[in-house]
């Protein structure tokens, strides 16, 4: 795993409650190659962790083989992957809002609307999501959202190709 530190350190206050799932956005054509795969997780990891004017981060993003980097220490920092956001926790039972103080964001790869995730990614995101549940237990897998759960109308990631039941599956497979 690739380790970034270039980023608005905003210490992190209290329990981690969940994680919010996103996409990148990027590769609006419909076949990329893997070369290309592997340059956009490179500038998009490296971006995430870089501070402008229109400042945005993630703790990790996952490429297209797997590959994944950590771009912001969730043990002592919070990121800004969120913007306006809130949901209903049922374990909390509370409305949650301001989703970058309380979870840790993930970035896929990709455009969740034009391509399907590869095995790789769904994997890698199975096994992180366990290891953030042992490592932080306050996170209850039902608050293992997408963007769009969060920010209903103003967001659509992961992605209307994002297969839940098949993230869910593997996930136990690593909870087990």
């Given at each position: 795993m690739v380790i970034i530190d270039?980023?608005?350190?905003?210490?992190?206050?209290?329990?981690?409650?969940?994680?919010?799932i996103h996409h990148t956005g990027i590769g609006?054509?419909?076949?990329?190659?893997?070369?290309?795969?592997?340059?956009?997780?490179?500038?998009?990891?490296a971006y995430l962790g870089a501070k402008d004017k229109n400042y945005v981060s993630a703790h990790y993003?996952?490429?297209r083989e797997?590959?994944?980097?950590?771009?912001?220490?969730?043990?002592?920092?919070?990121?800004?992957?969120?913007g306006k956001s809130e949901h209903w926790c049922g374990?909390?039972?509370?409305?949650?809002?301001?989703?970058?103080?309380?979870?840790?964001?993930?970035?896929?790869?990709?455009?969740g609307n034009i391509?399907?995730?590869?095995?790789?990614?769904y994997k890698e995101l199975a096994r992180?999501?366990?290891?953030?549940?042992?490592r932080y237990k306050s996170i209850h897998p039902l608050n293992i959202l997408g963007h769009e759960a969060i920010s209903p109308g103003r967001k659509d990631?992961?992605?209307l190709l994002f297969d839940w039941h098949k993230f869910y599956k593997l996930l136990w497979s690593y909870v087990s």
């Open positions: 270039g980023y608005d350190k905003r210490k992190r206050e209290g329990d981690w409650h969940g994680i919010v609006e054509r419909k076949t990329i190659s893997a070369s290309k795969w592997k340059q956009l997780y490179e500038n998009i990891t993003t996952i490429g797997g590959e994944t980097a950590q771009v912001i220490d969730a043990e002592k920092y919070q990121s800004f992957h969120a374990h909390h039972r509370r409305i949650i809002s301001d989703w970058n103080r309380h979870a840790i964001g993930i970035e896929l790869i990709g455009d391509h399907e995730y590869s095995e790789e990614q992180l999501c366990a290891n953030l549940m042992d990631d992961p992605g």
